[in-house]
């Protein structure tokens, strides 16, 4: 306990940036039902912005927030970077673990250290698989923890969730393409939305055959600013 | 086995590189009555031979339930074995808590093998005197696992431990290519047959002294034991003994069990357990409480 306080006070001194560096993102995610193409089967969606914001301040980037823990389970996080880096290291304890087990295991701890009043700052998102079904979880600081069709933290659980559910039930089977489209959508109505957001992102692509995370994703060429000509 | 300067210690090695002490805690296995597990691509069953130290005795219970798709069967020391039972109880408890999954059986033997293995490397300690027959169904199907007071653990098709246990083993290797395609039933009685095959021609089994323990694809563990054993033992009693290791009663464990060095161990359990009839062989157990 001790050893944590005074290398904390320590780096502030020193470096003065790195220390609470409480990160607001936004991440949004979807889940598709086995689908209707051929091609494939169906499987889960991630996606998240890659800024670390140091306040209002766009510190980091190219901050990298999903993660592939098992061929079956990827996590993506909101909120203080260092918790989740550290919450990296531990979660895969073996190569099997499945996405229902990572998010149970996720939520007892999260629950326990804000039981001890030292909670990990966090919000997550876990995809992958359980049983051979598709599993999307969200896991928050204070231990909340539920299973849904699809689940956003931060902004994306305002802008993006409503989105997601309205394009569901015009057409409740998404196939891949779908669901890929649905979430630049998502992702760029965030963008112009939300002042901490950034243009940026990852992708990650959950099928029975593995995690596929495709990194640097830019979306600013799709953008359209004219608007701001027009503002006084 | 004879007596040297290096058997005292766990925690010293004899020059031709053994640890006597865990040998010796293997022989503590050996004592302890017979059980056996089979399984096949669908199911995993233990059957064992239940001991009672005296007439006014209920039987010693031999399998215990783990979880819902794990059961232990125990040769050996009891006491010992119920720590064990409550170490695998409380990792299957903790894997339903923390991943909201069953303990698949490859896991959990090996943090079995790993507290087992403790005890064999430390100066305050002895290893377990116990050996395990575990039964279980996950999500790579069924399994049996052996474990020894070495902190090997073995995964097996069939097994058989415990006193007069070769004669059983020698049936499950005769018919080994059989357990795969069995059909539950057929699996319980095949283990029934090998169990009884380590019993002395004049001892049958009964529903007193057998315990069934079954687990498998869509089905959780069920333990039978006094009547809800009665309709596995009925087919049972209809068909012809094999020659067990019951034919001869001075064919007594030491010799009837891999142990060549027996010598002097062997020659002093003849001629005590020469006079009196099978309940002698029971007898050695009862100064160790091994069951």
Redesign the interface.
């Known amino acids: 306990m001790y050893e944590a306080l005074e290398s904390g006070i320590f780096l502030f001194g020193l470096v003065g940036l790195l220390q609470g560096n409480s990160t607001t993102f936004l991440d949004i995610v979807n889940k598709m039902r086995p689908g209707l193409t051929p091609l494939y089967n169906g499987g889960v969606m991630l996606a998240a912005d890659s800024l670390g914001s140091y306040g209002s301040l766009a510190r980091f980037r190219d901050v990298k927030r999903l993660f592939r823990v098992t061929d079956k389970a990827a996590l993506a996080c909101s909120g203080d970077i260092a918790d989740y880096q550290r919450d990296d290291e531990c979660g895969g304890y073996?190569r099997e673990?499945?996405a229902?087990?990572l998010?149970?295991?996720l939520t007892?701890v999260l629950y326990n250290r804000r039981s001890r009043f030292d909670p990990l700052w966090l919000e997550c998102v876990v995809a992958g698989y359980k049983d051979n079904e598709p599993f999307l979880g969200y896991v928050d600081k204070i231990g909340t923890a539920f299973e849904a069709k699809e689940v956003a933290t931060g902004f994306g659980l305002h802008l993006a969730v409503p989105m997601i559910r309205e394009a569901r039930e015009k057409k409740p089977n998404l196939t891949r393409d779908d669901a890929q489209k649905l979430l630049k959508e998502c992702l760029k109505v965030l963008y112009y939305r939300d002042c901490r957001a950034h243009f940026k992102y990852q992708l990650a692509d959950i099928t029975p055959e593995g995690v596929t995370i495709h990194d640097d994703i830019n979306m600013k060429k799709e953008t359209n600013w004219e608007v701001a000509n027009y503002i006084k | 086995m004879f007596r040297n300067q290096y058997d005292n210690d766990v925690t010293v090695w004899s020059p031709q590189g053994r640890l006597h002490q865990v040998e010796y805690a293997m022989e503590a296995v050996k004592q302890g009555s017979a059980t056996v597990g089979v399984k096949s691509s669908s199911h995993a069953v233990l059957v064992a031979l239940k001991r009672a130290s005296s007439e006014l005795a209920a039987h010693q219970k031999k399998i215990m339930p783990i979880d819902k798709h794990i059961a232990v069967s125990i040769s050996g020391l009891t006491a010992d074995a119920r720590v064990l039972s409550r170490f695998m109880r409380t990792e299957c408890l903790n894997e339903h808590?923390?991943?909201?999954?069953a303990l698949s059986l490859n896991?959990l033997m090996e943090r079995v093998g790993a507290k087992m293995q403790i005890a064999t490397q430390r100066y305050d300690k002895r290893p377990y005197g116990v050996g395990l027959l575990l039964a279980g169904f996950d999500e790579d199907g069924p399994h049996i696992y052996q474990t020894c007071p070495s902190a090997n653990y073995y995964d097996c098709q069939a097994m058989a431990i415990g006193a007069r246990s070769q004669s059983a083993r020698t049936y499950l290797e005769r018919h080994l290519e059989e357990f795969g395609s069995s059909t539950r039933e057929e699996l319980i009685r095949h283990a029934l047959r090998a169990l009884r095959d380590t019993l002395p021609n004049d001892v049958e089994l009964t529903n007193k002294n057998c315990s069934i323990a079954v687990v498998g694809k869509g089905e959780d563990l069920s333990i039978y034991d006094d009547d809800d054993v009665n309709p596995y033992l009925e087919g049972l009693d209809q068909e012809e003994r094999r020659g067990g290791a019951g034919g001869s009663r001075d064919a007594q464990p030491p010799a009837a069990e891999d142990d060549a060095t027996a010598g002097a161990a062997a020659s002093a359990d003849a001629t005590a357990a020469a006079p009196p009839p099978p309940p002698a062989a029971e007898d050695q157990g009862d100064s160790m409480e091994t069951d």
């Open positions: 073996t673990l499945n229902g087990a998010h149970c295991w007892r | 808590f923390a991943h909201n999954q896991k």
